[in-house]
């Protein structure tokens, strides 16, 4: 089995107390990182594929970015934070979340060239295509 691990790019040759304590302050499940939180997410290792789905709910295609860059691959959904204040009216409380962040380190057999996405009913489905598998080319020895 191919391990997908979250991006992580603190702390990796710490004693495993400190890497708790920065695993700890620097998770975005809580309002930090500029008030970032950690979508839900599946990975599921297929055949020729990996696939992740990411709840997103109550944003569009057009607030979705996903890019990758050296085997990162990154998820961050945002959209404007709505004030509303009508008449005498004033919003007190917005539990809603307004921004989503997520990275993952993919396994090198990873394909950036060959990733699809879509988006359905608040999940962000993604397919990243693993690289095909080359046979070790035989190099003939002139005489």
Same mark, same amino acid.
């Given at each position: 089995?191919?391990?997908? %691990?979250?991006?992580?790019?603190? $702390?990796?040759?710490?004693?495993?107390?400190?890497?708790?304590?920065?695993?700890?302050?620097?998770?975005?499940?809580?309002?930090?990182?500029?008030?970032?939180?950690?979508?839900? %997410?599946?990975?599921?290792? @297929?055949? $020729?594929?990996?696939? #992740?789905?990411?709840?997103?709910? $109550?944003?569009? !295609? /057009?607030?979705?970015? %996903?890019?990758?860059? @050296?085997?990162? =691959?990154?998820? &961050?959904?945002?959209?404007?934070?709505?004030?509303?204040? @009508? $008449?005498?009216?004033? *919003?007190?409380?917005?539990?809603?979340?307004?921004?989503?962040?997520?990275? #993952?380190?993919?396994? *090198? /057999?990873?394909?950036?060239?060959?990733?699809?996405? &879509?988006?359905?009913?608040? %999940?962000?489905? =993604?397919?990243?295509?693993?690289?095909?598998?080359?046979?070790? @080319?035989?190099? !003939?020895?002139?005489?």
């Amino acid at each position: 089995m191919t391990k997908i %691990v979250n991006y992580k790019p603190y $702390g990796r040759n710490l004693s495993p107390m400190w890497n708790s304590f920065f695993e700890d302050f620097f998770d975005i499940t809580s309002t930090t990182r500029d008030d970032f939180r950690r979508p839900a %997410v599946d990975v599921i290792e @297929k055949e $020729g594929s990996y696939g #992740f789905e990411i709840e997103l709910p $109550g944003f569009t !295609d /057009n607030e979705i970015d %996903v890019r990758i860059e @050296k085997n990162v =691959l990154t998820i &961050k959904a945002e959209r404007e934070t709505k004030e509303e204040e @009508k $008449g005498k009216n004033k *919003q007190i409380i917005s539990e809603r979340v307004e921004k989503y962040y997520r990275t #993952f380190t993919l396994p *090198q /057999n990873a394909d950036e060239e060959k990733i699809e996405a &879509k988006f359905n009913n608040g %999940v962000l489905a =993604l397919e990243v295509f693993k690289k095909d598998k080359k046979e070790p @080319k035989k190099i !003939d020895i002139k005489k």
